[in-house]
């Protein structure tokens, strides 16, 4: 996870304020005439409002391969006489001018047989056309050479006049309450309408009705694809007895759903932000950061080239919060050493793909022909947690896509590469614009399927807008990866007000924003490890693993 906000040094001359145009949509004050060429090294970064374009451009230098500046040859050339040259007499010299005038009537007589058979082209035969005399554009240390640049420079200066034409925002249809109720009657009968009052988090009590000696994780299906998950599994199940309710002669168990969601988008620091934020006393009970169940698992998919596996059910989702429902419990039936400000305890999840991956309604309703999907994630979590937290990481869209492609491509990554392949997805998205509008491409799964890099990730403000028709604006934040890299620690404070969380310790924050808090991989560091603690299996002081 790269948490830098650095620009890359590509090596490549793709053009930043025509893709960041094309990614971000929003040209509503930049005139075409605007467009020229900048290098891809520069940053000009603004608010979600703004386009990611800068005004002053100037031109790169170009040199062609027809460059006779440097014809004379040095003065030390070693220069070799042919063996023909050496069997003759060197003081024959008339000799040699005789042959050099033959040759040279002979390719006058060529020159003019030539021009006599190609005379209604208007050129010689052995003239080169215009076409054949074009500008070859040289790479150079900071720049990939520009292929076919300006024949791209008109695809994409059309596609941005065809997003332009469409940028105008409809705001999409909310489907009904009932209508969401009904398309997943399960869930909604699974989770209640209202939570336990007092507590942060959102919770309730559920009927317990299995055996005790039975083992309740036994069949939850994130257990068999996540080793940790597994282990703390083990670990809960050891004293799942004495974590439940007593009350009427029946028990209960505490259930729980996320405080908070960090929806997207992919590779803008999601990562980082999770496991920083497990650092806080009042956030640490969390078990996994990306179960993808609101856009995948749920319908049965882990990833969407596999095809259709095995649905999983709410109450798997629900096991990954009970590190956190455990404490609470402790809390209420008054066994923990802590005070119940521990009933502030909150969990969280930050599955990247929440934002903007509604590919799982193409399969469902794949007989049906609809421009975009009948229902959107939001629709769901709404419905269910209408109180939810919203936080979303975006970043540079082209720094972004770049940073994509290095991690998804598992070979032959070039800068080359990178530039055809976003091409190629801009001309499948701007013959998609040809017939649909803008946010039924952003939506389209057969499209992004088809394009060769994930271009529609960086349509930021379709995903935003079409959260922003169901939740208030105070229950989304918004965090840019560059702010978060340049000052963390204001960032971050930003993060635990939104969250309403206490303060920190001096040793735990100055762990917090200790630098990197992961490794490249994604992994947490040695440092950021030993400042949480493992889980006390004795005493039931669980902590983050």
């Known amino acids: 996870m790269d948490t830098s906000g650095h620009t890359h040094s590509y090596g490549c001359c793709f053009d930043r304020k025509i893709v960041s145009c094309v990614l971000f949509l929003h040209a509503s004050s930049m005139s075409l005439s605007d467009y020229k060429y900048r290098n891809i090294t520069q940053t000009d970064y603004n608010h979600i409002h703004t386009l990611l374009i800068g005004e002053n451009y100037g031109k790169r230098p170009v040199r062609t391969f027809f460059d006779f500046r440097h014809t004379n040859p040095p003065e030390n050339l070693d220069t070799k006489w042919s063996p023909l040259v050496l069997l003759t007499n060197l003081r024959s010299i008339s000799k040699v001018k005789v042959v050099s005038f033959l040759m040279g009537l002979t390719l006058m007589f060529l020159i003019m047989a030539s021009y006599t058979l190609t005379w209604d082209k208007k050129g010689l035969l052995l003239t080169p056309s215009p076409d054949q005399i074009r500008p070859v554009f040289v790479p150079t240390c900071t720049a990939v050479a520009d292929v076919s640049s300006e024949n791209t420079s008109k695809d994409i200066k059309l596609l941005v006049k065809s997003i332009r034409s469409k940028l105008e925002y409809t705001p999409r249809k909310v489907p009904d309450e009932k209508d969401v109720i009904e398309r997943d009657s399960h869930l909604f009968s699974v989770i209640p309408r209202h939570f336990l009052p007092n507590m942060k988090s959102p919770c309730w009590y559920e009927e317990f009705s ?60 999601t990562t980082d932000l999770f496991h920083r934020l497990l650092l806080h006393p009042e956030v640490k009970f969390n078990t996994m950061k990306e179960p993808h169940w609101w856009t995948r698992k749920r319908f049965g998919y882990i990833r969407f080239k596999d095809g259709f596996q095995e ?235």
């Open 210 to 269: 299995g055996e005790l000696s039975s083992d309740p994780y036994r069949r939850n299906l994130f257990t068999l694809r996540s080793k940790s998950f597994k282990t703390i599994c083990d670990h809960l199940r050891t004293n799942f007895q004495q974590h439940l309710h007593h009350r009427d002669g029946k028990l209960f168990r505490l259930r729980c759903l996320p405080f908070f969601y960090i929806i997207g988008q992919p590779k803008c620091g």
């Open 311 to 545: 649905n999983f059910p709410v109450e798997d989702y629900l096991d990954l919060f009970d590190l956190a429902a455990h404490k609470l419990q402790e809390v209420i039936s008054g066994n923990s050493s802590g005070d119940h400000r521990a009933l502030q305890l909150i969990t969280g999840e930050a599955s990247a793909s929440t934002m903007w991956d509604n590919q799982a309604w193409s399969y469902l309703d794949g007989e049906k022909e609809v421009a975009e999907p009948p229902f959107l994630v939001q629709d769901f979590i709404h419905t269910v947690q209408p109180g939810a937290k919203i936080i979303i990481m975006l970043r540079d869209p082209v720094e972004r896509l770049y940073s994509d492609y290095l991690y998804f491509k598992m070979a032959n990554k070039s800068a080359e590469d990178f530039h055809q392949k976003v091409i190629d997805s801009v001309h499948l998205f701007q013959s998609c614009l040809s017939e649909g509008t803008l946010r039924s491409c952003v939506y389209n799964t057969s499209l992004s399927n088809a394009m060769p890099v994930r271009l529609n990730l960086g349509m930021y403000i379709i995903f935003l807008l079409d959260w922003l028709t169901v939740f208030q604006r105070e229950q989304i934040l918004v965090l840019r990866l560059e702010d978060y890299a340049a000052n963390l620690k204001v960032t971050i404070k930003q993060v635990f007000d939104f969250l309403s969380l206490g303060p920190l310790s001096e040793q735990l924050e100055a762990a917090l924003t200790k630098r990197p808090c992961l490794t490249p991989g994604g992994r947490p560091t040695e440092t950021w490890a030993r400042c949480v603690q493992q889980p006390e299996t004795s005493s039931g002081n669980f902590t983050s693993l």
